[in-house]
């Protein structure tokens, strides 16, 4: 089934979406809030909250000084080859 994520500002936006979900036969799904230490999932992937203990010094070496822009890495990383 498609998804649509919809963003809204007032709570009245919310509660019309629901009474257009019963007529128009589609479903309003509320995200699940990460609490601190908890884990979710979102389709296959996992998602764990940010953690300040974790060290990060040891990527520091492979990053450093290897002049890598990040619109490149995008363009040859990130998008699908055709």
């Known amino acids: ?5 919809i963003k809204y500002k007032n709570k009245k936006t919310l509660e ?3 009474d257009f979900a019963k007529y128009f036969e589609f479903s309003v799904v509320t995200p699940q809030v990460i609490s601190k230490g908890k884990t979710s999932k979102s389709k296959a992937v996992k998602i764990i909250p940010a953690d300040s203990t974790i060290d ?5 070496t492979i990053f450093s000084n290897k002049n890598l822009d990040a619109k490149q890495l995008r363009e040859d990383a990130w998008l699908r080859k055709k």
Not at 1 to 5: D, H, K, Q, R, T
Not at 56 to 60: Q, Y
């Open 1 to 5: 089934m498609p998804e649509l994520i």
């Open 16 to 18: 019309a979406l629901k």
């Open 56 to 60: 990060t010094s040891e990527l520091e």
